[in-house]
């Protein structure tokens, strides 16, 4: 087939030297040891990219399961969640938290534009109960830019988790995920990465970990509960711990 220059934010074109790494031979990952390492090597490279120190994770499917993941592992009933919404993506984040069970509240600011810092501040000072907040890195439709260097850490001063969806800026825009206080860090695989679609990365801090764990109700998903990986390796191993339990149980 002729190659086709696809000129969308993602899926982009896909190299040859990359389109031909993924015809090397297979193992069965859930008990290969190896994979164990590999994976750990891959992530703690990534996680250095990200500039964080902060565990990351790849996940198996596209973007929007990181995204859905993050607000699956956070978010309990009747949670207050802030949903800064400068475009598409930005508004989007509601319904995954509502689907969760928590209350979603929309704060608006220009799509023409990054997020106004102002509007935050003034907000913030008024109404700041809230267990984590979302925002958009770029938001794709428009090309809109967010400053999280600004906008993180003004969230974390009354102590809000920050979500942040990088899935179209992730590799492509400066993403410092520990000078800029960012709990979950989202990026997918098939935007600035130019790789094919079907790995979403997230990066968790401590503190997000804290969140997962100090729920009163389980997490209510198993394919999107961040803490089932939280110590794969340690543990040695997504079968031992998990499938070969649950099928004994
Ligand atoms: C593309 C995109 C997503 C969703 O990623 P998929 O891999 O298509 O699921 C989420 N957020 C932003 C900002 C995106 O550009």
Redesign the pocket.
């Known amino acids: 087939m002729k190659e086709m220059l696809i000129m969308t934010?993602?899926p982009t074109a896909v190299a040859e030297n990359v389109r031909l790494a993924r015809a090397k031979v297979t193992t069965n990952p859930d008990i290969d040891l190896e994979f164990y390492d590999f994976y750990k090597r891959t992530c703690d490279k990534l996680a250095q990219f990200l500039k964080t120190k902060n565990d990351l994770r790849i996940l198996a499917g596209?973007?929007?399961l990181g995204?859905e993941a993050a607000c699956a592992s956070l978010t309990e009933s009747g949670d207050r969640v802030l949903v800064l919404d400068n475009g598409i993506?930005g508004h989007g984040f509601a319904e995954f938290v509502e689907l969760y069970g928590g209350q979603a509240l929309l704060l608006q600011s220009s799509e023409k534009e990054d997020f106004d810092i102002e509007i935050l501040e003034k907000f913030l000072e008024k109404d700041h109960d809230f267990k984590y907040a979302t925002i958009?890195h770029?938001?794709?439709p428009s090309g809109v830019l967010n400053d999280l260097s600004k906008i993180c850490p003004l969230l974390k001063k009354y102590g809000i988790l920050t979500v942040v969806?990088s899935?179209?800026a992730m590799g492509g825009e400066d993403l410092q995920v520990d000078n800029w206080q960012i709990d979950i860090a989202l990026g997918?695989s098939?935007?600035v990465l130019s790789a094919p679609?079907g790995l979403t990365i997230v990066s968790i801090s401590p503190l997000a970990y804290q969140a997962m764990e100090n729920r009163q109700s389980p997490i209510a998903s198993f394919y999107c509960n961040l803490l089932t990986f939280k110590d794969y390796y340690e543990k040695n191993g997504f079968l031992t711990q998990c499938q070969f339990q649950t099928f004994m149980d």
Request: hydrophobic share 35%; net charge negative.
């Open positions: 934010p993602g596209e973007g929007i995204l993506f958009v770029c938001d794709t969806d899935v179209a997918g098939q935007k679609p």
